[in-house]
């Protein structure tokens, strides 16, 4: 699946204002089997390889607000739960 320009911008704008937030493509891995079976929802694989954490939604669903802010929060979620780096 390539990078999808749209759907980064409309991520960005969902976490605008939440502070100290960094960009990072990944949930908890610990979430990794339940969440791959969601509908539309895989393993994202980057040069043959998968890694736990790393997803890939399709489109579908993430077309409404309510969607896209679903994967949004949980990614925060999981932000917010590590340990702050110096």
Same mark, same amino acid.
């Given at each position: 699946m390539p990078y999808d320009r749209r #759907?980064?911008?409309r991520?960005?704008?969902?976490?605008a204002d939440e502070p100290a937030v960094v960009e990072k493509e990944m949930v908890?891995? *610990?979430?990794?089997?339940? #969440?791959v079976a969601l509908s539309g929802v895989a393993l994202f694989e980057m040069g043959g390889r998968s890694m736990?954490?790393?997803l890939s939604v *399709?489109?579908?669903?993430l077309t409404t607000p309510a969607t896209l802010a679903s994967w949004v929060e949980r990614g925060i979620s999981f932000a917010r739960s590590l340990p702050t780096k110096a």
């Open positions: #759907l980064a911008e991520i960005r704008t969902a976490v908890d891995p *610990d979430e990794t089997d339940a #969440l736990r954490g790393w *399709d489109e579908e669903q």
